[in-house]
């Protein structure tokens, strides 16, 4: 596999030139948080740019980073992904909600369950081990020894052709493929499609949730595009995906989580036991509505997105100018995003709280903001912090009220940039 980005100017599902409509500039892995002592090394950029293919009408970046420059194999050439899916009980119950409802509405007895991305087995583990069998493809060892040990069937692969083909032949079909949060990341989502082709039953479902793009639009949270995410669903870029392989979405759930998800639910055209939901009608002339097939939507964007730079530049700034302190809370891949976009470096931002001990003492790739622990905000009493975590404002503000007693008011960046209290 290459070490390097690759750049093409064409959509990755069906070839069209794409159109740009937005470009955040030069950007480091969101995740390569640098020590000290490699301040000075050349740090790894590229251009962080998205578009839209008028033709499938599929979003995604021109240029792709490969597995391997985020999900870097260590010394003993072992994959490490950072996040655990199970740390969060919010999580934990959304993933059982959605196994009782595969196990419910679709399985039989002894149908197998496939998770791409399987992680810690955050979804797998709640399905009944007497009457199904499930099986997890991950190719992160660290998040996948923990499935293995709690007695899920791991590979610790990525998903291609190749393994497809070797588990039709070990295990067969499976009544249900499910993925979370992981086929956004998959460059050529139409190996992917044939991995699903060759192991889906004739009456199978493959269901998948991903962050919805039409709420990233909608919030301004231009944030939420970084290196490991190559696309951005909407239900009509997938309708014309899954087209290409005979099959068909059946239905689509908007769900709360990572700020605001679809899940997408796709059938064989050629199986009729399941009828097509209105939902998926419904969300389809939603889209229509705010120009996802017209462009629209995305132009506008690009404008407040802008537009909402130049405010949080010009803010702090400000503030600055006033003899004002200004530092940042919760050290977030996200918050990568928006200093190096708005060239936000330590003369504006000293530095950034942290609860996360693996972070603290380590700096935020491109613009070297270094990260250190609460203890050292709770003592400094800055004027405002800037909240790159702001998806945990209400948690934030609760937990900070001496904070805000003694005079300190949050920032944050979205949906316009606002000073809270
Ligand atoms: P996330 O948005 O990807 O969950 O990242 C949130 C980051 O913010 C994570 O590094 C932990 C940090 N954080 C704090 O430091 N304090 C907090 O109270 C919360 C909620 C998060
Ligand atoms: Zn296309």
Known sequence: MTQKPITSTKCKI?????IRFLDLGQMPIANALIKKED???KEFFYRLDIGYCHSCYMVQMFTTIPYEMYLRPD???KRNYVFFSSTSEVMKQHFKDWADEISKDYLKENSLVIDIGSNDGILLQNFDKINFKVLGIEPANNVADVAIQKGIPTIIDYMTENLAKKILQEKGKARAIASANVILNIADLNELMRCIDILLE???IFTFE???LPVILENNTYDQFYDEHVYYFTAHSIKNLVKKYNMELFDAKFQEVHGGSMRFYVKRKSNSSINISDNVNNILK???D???DSGKAYNDFNDRVQK???ELISLLKKLKSEGKRIVGYGAASKGVIVTNFCNITQELVEYISDNTPAKQGLYYPGVHIPIVPPDNFHKDNPDYALVFAWNHIKEIMAKEQEFIKNGGKFIIPFLNVQVLP
Do not use: F, H, V
């Open 308 to 310: 909402n730079k130049n």
């Open 210 to 212: 991903d962050p919805y």
């Open 286 to 288: 939603k889209e229509r």
């Open 290 to 292: 705010i120009g996802i």
């Open 39 to 41: 301040l000075n090394k």
């Open 14 to 18: 069906c070839n069209e030139e794409l």
């Open 75 to 77: 010394e003993n050439k």
């Open 202 to 204: 004739e009456e199978g």
